[in-house]
């Protein structure tokens, strides 16, 4: 991916043995499981192709999901760029239905906006619309259908903008989630974008556990930029360590309005960057702390019938080898008022092998569902078999299947 910050990074794999001292470079920012936009330099302007069309996909293996989003992802690919850049976005729309790209948070002309009435018309199902301006800001910032609907349907994708002089303190990893929620009833694969509540949760547009996990160096400086639209608030939680909000939709805080948190309501169209010193080795959870946001595909309890069948496939469904959990059936605990709530049903065997996940504990992906995905801290050389692994997916493959404690 071209990168074309104010400095180099340096070497991913140099230790670094006086993090005061670091300079401040700006890193690529990772999106697990979204790609990123390519463009070409045309004339000194950086062109992108910004394709709208419905997209098939997953949020967790053989669960498909009709929604819609830009070249073939959803949510739409990452496009990164630096403060002074000028861009152009020649948008496509291959909807059904016209549509519209608005630019969340630039401050470019009106008629580059994309506020359909205000400053464009709709762009018709067919057309384009070439979106030019020059790049004065920098920070976190969005792009996405400024038809509220299609924005329900999957239709954002992150724009992270680089400033000219590189933020301080130094970061050695820069990570950028989208969060977003989906109603998608039973049978069904089209979200249903009327809904008030719903059932499905992601980053990324994956739902825990697939959510591939962020890796860190023990020691290392980490920035997350969360970007959130849709219909609910979602409160994000850090495990393990306390970290800072540095920026907001609008760009960057200054260091003296930061203060510690672990949890950051990121409401509905804003942007929070958190940054966190990654002090301690672990499987840290990421995620949002709302209960409801810690499930995947929740529907309503329907009576002691729905409870019987929880019970049946948790004794004898896919968790078989967790069966422990529910000892047999015992009448005196249907007593009890209230029962059952939780469940525990680990599911490692349906999480698609990657390297990142090399030494996760046997179950970890019991309690991973909704809006939840890990930041693991691991030790200089744990990082450098995962880097390794990611060059060799065959061998990172074996090295699942291999038994685990
Ligand atoms: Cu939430």
Same mark, same amino acid.
């Given at each position: 991916?071209?990168?074309?910050?104010?400095?180099?990074?340096?070497?991913?794999?140099?230790?670094?043995?006086?993090?005061?001292?670091?300079?401040?470079?700006?890193?690529?920012?990772?999106?697990?499981?979204?790609?990123?936009?390519?463009?070409?330099?045309?004339?000194?302007?950086?062109?992108?192709?910004?394709?709208?069309?419905?997209?098939?996909?997953?949020?967790?293996?053989?669960?498909?999901?009709?929604?819609?989003?830009?070249?073939?992802?959803?949510?739409?690919?990452?496009?990164?760029?630096?403060?002074?850049?000028?861009?152009?976005?020649?948008?496509?729309?291959?909807?059904?239905?016209?549509?519209?790209?608005?630019?969340?948070?630039?401050?470019?002309?009106?008629?580059?906006?994309?506020?359909?009435?205000?400053?464009?018309?709709?762009?018709?199902?067919?057309?384009?619309?070439?979106? $030019? @301006?020059?790049?004065?800001?920098? !920070?976190?910032?969005?792009? &996405?259908? /400024?038809?509220?609907?299609?924005? #329900?349907?999957? *239709?954002?994708?992150?724009?992270?903008?680089?400033?000219?002089?590189?933020?301080?303190?130094?970061?050695?990893?820069?990570?950028?989630?989208?969060?977003?929620?989906?109603?998608?009833?039973?049978?069904?694969?089209?979200?249903?974008?009327?809904?008030?509540?719903?059932?499905?949760?992601?980053?990324?547009?994956?739902?825990?556990?697939?959510?591939?996990?962020?890796?860190?160096?023990?020691?290392?400086?980490?920035?997350?930029?969360?970007?959130?639209?849709?219909?609910?608030?979602?409160?994000?939680?850090?495990?393990?360590?306390?970290?800072?909000?540095?920026?907001?939709?609008?760009?960057?805080?200054?260091?003296?309005?930061?203060?510690?948190?672990?949890?950051?309501?990121?409401?509905?169209?804003?942007?929070?960057?958190? $940054? @966190?010193?990654?002090?301690?080795? !672990?499987?840290?959870?990421? &995620?949002? /702390?709302?209960?409801?946001?810690? #499930?995947?595909? *929740?529907?309503?309890?329907?009576?002691?019938?729905?409870?019987?069948?929880?019970?049946?496939?948790?004794?004898?469904?896919?968790?078989?080898?967790?069966?422990?959990?529910?000892?047999?059936?015992?009448?005196?605990?249907?007593?009890?008022?209230?029962?059952?709530?939780?469940?525990?049903?680990?599911?490692?065997?349906?999480?698609?092998?990657?390297?990142?996940?090399?030494?996760?504990?046997?179950?970890?992906?019991?309690?991973?569902?909704?809006?939840?995905?890990?930041?693991?801290?691991?030790?200089?050389?744990?990082?450098?078999?995962?880097?390794?692994?990611?060059?060799?997916?065959?061998?990172?493959?074996?090295?699942?299947?291999?038994?685990?404690?």
């Amino acid at each position: 991916m071209p990168q074309q910050a104010a400095k180099q990074a340096p070497d991913p794999h140099a230790h670094h043995k006086h993090p005061a001292a670091k300079e401040a470079v700006n890193h690529p920012v990772a999106t697990p499981d979204l790609p990123k936009l390519p463009f070409k330099l045309v004339d000194g302007v950086k062109e992108f192709h910004l394709i709208a069309e419905p997209v098939r996909t997953e949020f967790l293996p053989g669960r498909p999901v009709d929604a819609w989003g830009f070249n073939g992802s959803v949510p739409g690919p990452t496009i990164e760029a630096n403060e002074g850049d000028r861009l152009r976005v020649i948008f496509e729309n291959r909807l059904p239905e016209m549509s519209a790209l608005h630019w969340h948070g630039f401050e470019v002309p009106m008629e580059m906006d994309g506020s359909v009435g205000l400053g464009q018309d709709p762009v018709p199902p067919g057309g384009k619309f070439v979106h $030019e @301006f020059t790049l004065n800001q920098h !920070g976190t910032f969005f792009y &996405h259908s /400024h038809f509220a609907m299609q924005e #329900m349907m999957g *239709m954002l994708g992150l724009v992270v903008l680089h400033p000219k002089d590189p933020y301080k303190p130094a970061v050695d990893r820069d990570f950028g989630l989208i969060l977003q929620e989906w109603m998608i009833l039973p049978n069904n694969t089209v979200p249903n974008t009327l809904a008030m509540e719903f059932n499905w949760l992601t980053f990324n547009g994956k739902a825990g556990p697939v959510c591939t996990p962020m890796i860190v160096k023990q020691g290392e400086r980490v920035r997350i930029r969360l970007v959130n639209i849709g219909m609910d608030h979602h409160p994000i939680h850090l495990h393990g360590v306390q970290f800072v909000v540095t920026g907001t939709e609008g760009g960057r805080i200054e260091e003296d309005l930061w203060y510690p948190q672990n949890t950051v309501l990121v409401g509905v169209a804003q942007a929070r960057n958190i $940054e @966190f010193e990654a002090k301690y080795v !672990g499987d840290w959870m990421l &995620h949002c /702390h709302l209960p409801h946001h810690m #499930m995947n595909q *929740m529907v309503a309890m329907v009576g002691p019938v729905t409870h019987e069948a929880h019970g049946e496939h948790a004794h004898h469904g896919a968790a078989a080898d967790t069966k422990d959990f529910y000892p047999k059936d015992d009448p005196q605990k249907k007593k009890v008022r209230g029962y059952p709530q939780d469940m525990w049903m680990p599911m490692d065997h349906m999480v698609p092998v990657k390297p990142e996940h090399l030494g996760l504990r046997k179950n970890w992906t019991g309690a991973m569902m909704g809006m939840m995905t890990l930041v693991r801290v691991v030790t200089p050389e744990t990082y450098d078999k995962i880097a390794a692994l990611r060059k060799d997916p065959v061998k990172a493959h074996e090295h699942h299947e291999a038994p685990k404690k």
